[in-house]
């Protein structure tokens, strides 16, 4: 039985309901919840009722592996973490916040307040052009941030774009990679400032299996290191699809994966 999940992000627009019983029905093991208003918001944490959404979850044969929050509002942040604990969640995914890393730890202070008294993590992203952009930057982040407290979330495209090989940041980061997005780097792709405009397009082509991304080398690396990451299928441009769509490229995408060694 595989191990691996799916971003809830792929589903935006889409009913939650409908959304974990289509991930269900192909095989997928976890979801991970976002809750981003006006574009995608599975979660909704001033309306919704953290058991009943848990209930919903369980029922539809699936686990939480994330609450994603991705906001620039620090108190938000905070909340998601306490909803998240609600949840029986382990972590909150964020993007990096802040000029520099005075702003960072003043942006974060509130939720590793917060992931201190609940024990859930902080998973903040590699994104480009952020104070987490490279290797290096990530590097000094988990010297300035607790382990305990918080990690990585590694979407390697952002890597690529840069120039630098996922399989080494797995190697690198292995014990502060918290979830890991199997998300594949579309073959129209030409840099950086390619990807800064076209970041959302070639949907099909994000899906594991679809791209230029070495993903046996990521596989390889991820065995090798022994990253215990959670492991989630995700990628942008898929608002517009609908369901047996998503549903067979899920599909592909898993068979990809299982054939280079990763259920």
């Given at each position: 039985m595989t191990s691996i999940g799916c971003s809830s992000l792929l589903f935006a627009g889409h009913d939650?309901?409908?959304?974990?019983?289509?991930?269900?029905?192909?095989?997928?093991?976890?979801?991970?919840?976002?809750?981003?208003?006006?574009?995608?918001?599975?979660?909704?944490?001033?309306?919704?009722?953290?058991?009943?959404?848990?209930?919903?979850?369980?029922?539809?044969?699936?686990?939480?592996?994330?609450?994603?929050?991705?906001?620039?509002?620090?108190?938000?942040?905070?909340?998601?973490?306490?909803?998240?604990?609600?949840?029986?969640?382990?972590?909150?995914?964020?993007?990096?916040?802040?000029?520099?890393?005075?702003?960072?730890?003043?942006?974060?202070?509130?939720?590793?307040?917060?992931?201190?008294?609940?024990?859930?993590?902080?998973?903040?992203?590699?994104?480009?052009?952020?104070?987490?952009?490279?290797?290096?930057?990530?590097?000094?982040?988990?010297r300035?941030?607790?382990?305990?407290?918080?990690?990585?979330?590694?979407?390697?495209?952002?890597?690529?774009?840069?120039?630098?090989?996922?399989?080494?940041?797995?190697h690198r980061f292995a014990d502060r990679i918290l979830l890991l997005y199997l998300w594949d780097v579309a073959p129209q792709n030409h840099g950086l400032s390619w990807w800064r405009k076209h970041w959302n397009k070639f949907p099909a082509e994000q899906f594991p299996g679809n791209g230029i991304l070495d993903f046996q080398g990521l596989v390889d690396a991820i065995k090798v290191s022994g990253c215990n990451a959670e492991k989630v299928i995700c990628l942008h441009g898929t608002e517009n699809w609908d369901t047996a769509q998503l549903q067979w490229h899920l599909q592909m995408a898993l068979k990809f994966l299982k054939e280079i060694g990763l259920d």
């Open positions: 939650r309901t409908k959304t974990l019983l289509s991930l269900k029905e192909v095989g997928i093991a976890s979801v991970d919840l976002w809750s981003i208003p006006n574009w995608v918001e599975h979660v909704r944490l001033d309306e919704d009722e953290p058991e009943h959404i848990a209930n919903e979850v369980m029922e539809a044969g699936l686990r939480i592996c994330a609450l994603s929050i991705y906001t620039a509002d620090p108190q938000r942040l905070c909340r998601g973490v306490e909803f998240a604990a609600q949840l029986g969640v382990p972590m909150v995914v964020n993007g990096a916040k802040g000029q520099d890393w005075d702003e960072m730890a003043e942006f974060l202070r509130p939720a590793l307040n917060a992931a201190a008294k609940t024990g859930v993590k902080l998973a903040i992203e590699n994104h480009s052009d952020t104070l987490l952009d490279s290797s290096d930057r990530v590097l000094e982040f988990c300035r941030f607790p382990a305990d407290l918080v990690g990585i979330t590694f979407a390697p495209p952002h890597c690529f774009v840069l120039g630098e090989r996922p399989n080494e940041w797995v």
